[in-house]
């Protein structure tokens, strides 16, 4: 299983940012698919998570009514796109597949990551 994470960089407070992550490798419909971020010296940390329905969405307190996860079945392919982003957003964000309902937001139950995207918020 290959995740690819794009989109980040360098934006202003208030501005908008869409990162997507391309699945190929084999079907992950089973999965549920979720998005984490670590800050440097940090703890990673979880953001979103949805399956690929999209009938069911997961959001962190931090980030509610500021971004929104969905996917694209087509395209194997899930985004988080990131409204009203301030400077505690700046991180390095990870896509990541977890096969579990019961491990949803933590970082030690999934299955696979992609390699991280950088996003910084300047203030």
């Known amino acids: 299983v290959q995740l690819q994470a794009s989109g980040g960089g360098l934006v202003q407070a208030g501005g908008s940012l869409r990162l997507s992550c391309a699945a190929s490798?084999?079907?992950?419909?089973?999965?549920?698919m979720e998005w984490f971020r670590q800050a440097p010296g940090k703890e990673r940390e979880f953001v979103a998570a949805t399956n690929w329905s999209g009938g069911s969405t997961y959001n962190a307190d931090s980030v509610k009514g500021r971004f929104t996860i969905s996917t694209d079945n087509a395209k194997n392919t899930v985004y988080l796109q990131m409204n009203s982003l301030a400077p505690e957003d700046t991180a390095v964000y990870y896509c990541?597949?977890?096969?579990?309902?019961?491990?949803?937001?933590?970082?030690?139950?999934?299955?696979?990551w992609g390699k991280g995207t950088q996003v910084t918020v300047s203030s």
């Open positions: 490798g084999r079907t992950l419909s089973n999965y549920i």
């Open positions: 990541a597949a977890d096969s579990s309902l019961l491990s949803i937001g933590s970082p030690r139950g999934v299955d696979y």
